[in-house]
């Protein structure tokens, strides 16, 4: 075995291992003090705030290999750490090294995570569990909300993508002193990333120590990629999941879902049920039809979503035990697969599918789809009842469906568009993409030619493939290069007022409340003011506009109310454009002007999305500039209900589910793509 003499596997309870004599290598006197001498020190206020002795943290599987763990760091580079999810990997391993001296001397531990609500929420319960408050020692860092104390800090939850931009500032991440890349398994296209960069960091500062951590893994490969890795096992504690299967897919599994919850509800002893769906939509939707059910019901639920937009209020009830007497109802995205535990969770209901960005050659661009859960995907789903106590799963489809589908998903870097991450990778200075050391599989050399076409093609990259000082700026924004390149965009053309907040209001989650019945068209007659005829950029500039006017809107919750737009999706707008605007003026320097000119903000739009084009055909539907695909306008586009004057749109994004639907829409006219975007619409016009 050649990942390291500190190969340990499991220590099971037949007690395959023993741990290692911890501070069996203190006599080399050319050693630095190590970080277990460190820990006989106890400094630092951590120490004193997060006692591990505490029985909840004791016996949680991951206790028991705290010795092992910390001599393991202690002597490699690398360790990779593989453990069923709710082994405590990630809330206390942290803690763990904190306690041994690892945050001493102003060091920080980072642990990333791919999810953002997972990197909120694991560190608001280590903050929790070591009686800090959050974001003082214990804090947070995601894109748009640094929730960290510049000196204090000691352990860092943060997405992958977070850290990986990191080092655009500091390409030795010299903060800190040791990373764990948690949920390695999920192949996000940042993990991966920032691992590969760890690698090449660690041959310059070789006291770094990584930590590669997941629920499945395969440990022996990332132990290769490092050229030796020690790796730890610790033993899963679940208990049985019996499985039930539905006789036939469900046509719609969202009702089928509520179904099945609801005869659960009726049926099964006390326990908390999970739901997986696939998006905000649905999960919304589900609880509504629950809730309705509900009325009246002599025991009605507790019901609560988990997804990526949920507020902090909603997430805390989520983790917390439901009143005495009354079943808990999670309906959630895959961030409960794997990322988050929520403890007392009996029974899980999976409808089998989950979303996913993939690359779709036909548009030649990636997609959004619906698509059938992997079978790894499926097990976790189910495990996730049985982690206190036995539980029962049931699958919103056939069995031979379940063997059906594909073992694992394939990685984000082999699966999308490359193109955003080649621009990261140039602004840090890689400058032979084809020869990157990425973590294996590798992106075809097809993907990569791709990704260097478009990127020229927005002008990211000169014809010598170097980074031009607009691709440095695409980069270094906190935003997809799309957006970005529109709102530089607007910058020469006079309008960035307005472009960032077109910025703000796309990048949060949808400021529209959707109800149903009355209520959702009386809400829609309402905000009918608001529409601008040329689409849905302009309609949220509206809405934005109308919120912080000091007559109108008065930045109120009640006016928001009153034409149901969420107040909390407008408050994050509005910091969001501040943040935007601190990289145009105070970063770049680079004026903000203002513009009621719509011609100009919509020409914009074309500089950043002219691959997102689209012509309307007579009959409501559309065909794609690229690639000819038939395309539909989502439900919730200004253009679900009319047809753009011009007959040609661009949009953000496409979401695959029976049809095609474009979301965010606006309405621009042919000949500016040819203008805006030469190389891209002359290349594919041959
Ligand atoms: O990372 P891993 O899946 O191994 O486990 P973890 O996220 O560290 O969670 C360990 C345990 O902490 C879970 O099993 C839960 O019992 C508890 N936990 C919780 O109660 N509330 C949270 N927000 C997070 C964790
Ligand atoms: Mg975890």
């Not at 609880?287 to 949920?310: E, F, T």
């Not at 489809?397 to 870097?413: F, G, I, K, N």
Request: include cysteine; glycine fraction near 6%; hydrophobic fraction near 45%.
């Amino acid at each position: 075995m050649q990942h390291g003499s500190g190969m340990l596997q499991g220590q099971s309870a037949a007690g395959r291992t023993n741990p290692p004599a911890a501070p069996a290598a203190h006599s080399d006197p050319r050693r630095p003090p190590s970080a277990l001498d460190r820990a006989s020190e106890a400094e630092g206020a951590l120490v004193a705030n997060i006692p591990s002795t505490s029985v909840a943290r004791q016996s949680l599987p991951v206790f028991r290999h705290r010795t092992a763990l910390l001599y393991l760091v202690e002597q490699h580079g690398v360790v990779v750490v593989v453990g069923q999810t709710g082994s405590g990997k990630t809330t206390q391993i942290p803690q763990f090294l904190a306690e041994s001296g690892w945050a001493a001397e102003g060091r920080v531990i980072a642990c990333t995570q791919p999810r953002r609500v997972a990197a909120t929420s694991l560190a608001a319960r280590v903050a929790h569990e070591s009686g800090t408050r959050l974001g003082d020692e214990v804090g947070y860092a995601v894109r748009f909300e640094d929730c960290t104390h510049e000196s204090r800090t000691r352990i860092k939850f943060a997405t992958s993508g977070l850290l990986f931009r990191e080092c655009l500032r500091d390409p030795l991440l010299s903060a800190y002193s040791v990373v764990m890349v948690d949920e390695a398994h999920e192949r996000d296209a940042y993990t991966d990333l920032l691992l590969a960069l760890l690698k090449k960091i660690r041959k310059q500062r070789p006291d770094l120590r990584v930590i590669i951590s997941s629920a499945t893994l395969d440990a022996e490969s990332y132990a290769a990629y490092f050229g030796g890795a020690a790796i730890l096992s610790i033993e899963g504690r679940t208990h049985p999941v019996s499985l039930a299967y539905t006789g036939a897919p469900a046509q719609d599994y969202v009702a089928a879902a509520v179904d099945a919850a609801w005869h659960m509800h009726n049926n099964a002893p006390a326990g908390d049920m999970l739901i997986f769906l696939t998006g905000r939509d649905e999960i919304d939707a589900a609880l509504q039809m629950i809730a309705d059910r509900a009325i009246g019901h002599a025991s009605p639920p507790q019901l609560l979503a988990l997804h990526a937009n949920v507020d902090a209020a909603t997430l805390a009830a989520v983790f917390a035990p439901a009143p005495t007497g009354t079943r808990k109802i999670v309906a959630a995205t895959n961030v409960a697969e794997a990322s988050v535990t929520i403890d007392g969770i009996r029974y899980v209901i999976d409808c089998g599918y989950t979303k996913l960005r993939q690359y779709d050659h036909v548009r030649d661009m990636d997609v959004l789809a619906v698509v059938p859960a992997s079978q790894a995907a499926s097990a976790q789903r189910a495990g996730r009842a049985g982690r206190t106590a036995p539980g029962h799963c049931i699958r919103l489809y056939p069995e031979t469906a379940a063997r059906a589908v594909p073992q694992s998903t394939a990685p984000e870097l082999v699966r999308c568009d490359v193109a955003p991450f080649v621009l990261q990778l140039l602004a840090l200075g890689v400058t032979n993409i084809a020869r990157f050391d990425f973590v294996p599989p590798a992106p075809s050399a097809h993907m990569l030619a791709g990704a260097l076409e478009y990127l020229a093609a927005l002008q990211a990259i000169d014809d010598k493939g170097c980074l031009t000082l607009l691709g440095e700026r695409l980069a270094e924004a906190p935003l997809d290069p799309m957006l970005a390149r529109a709102l530089l965009a607007a910058v020469d053309e006079g309008c960035a007022d307005e472009m960032l907040t077109i910025a703000a209001m796309t990048t949060v989650a949808t400021p529209f409340i959707q109800s149903k019945g009355a209520a959702g068209v009386a809400a829609e007659i309402s905000r009918r003011k608001f529409v601008a005829t040329e689409g849905d950029h302009l309609t949220l500039l509206n809405v934005y506009r109308a919120f912080v006017d000091p007559k109108i809107g008065k930045q109120s919750p009640q006016w928001a109310q009153k034409y149901s737009l969420s107040y909390a999706a407008l408050r994050r707008a509005m910091s969001i454009r501040t943040q935007l605007e601190k990289y145009l003026v105070r970063r770049w320097r680079l004026p903000v002007t203002s513009s009621d000119d719509a011609t100009k903000i919509r020409r914009c739009l074309v500089a950043g999305f002219f691959r997102h084009a689209a012509r309307a055909l007579p009959d409501g539907s559309y065909v794609s500039a690229r690639g000819g695909a038939t395309l539909h306008a989502h439900p919730s586009s200004v253009f679900s209900s009319r047809r753009p004057e011009s007959g040609w749109v661009v949009y953000h994004e496409v979401l695959h589910t029976a049809k095609s639907y474009m979301r965010d829409v606006c309405a621009i006219e042919q000949d500016w793509l040819v203008e805006m975007a030469p190389h891209y619409y002359e290349v594919t016009k041959k």
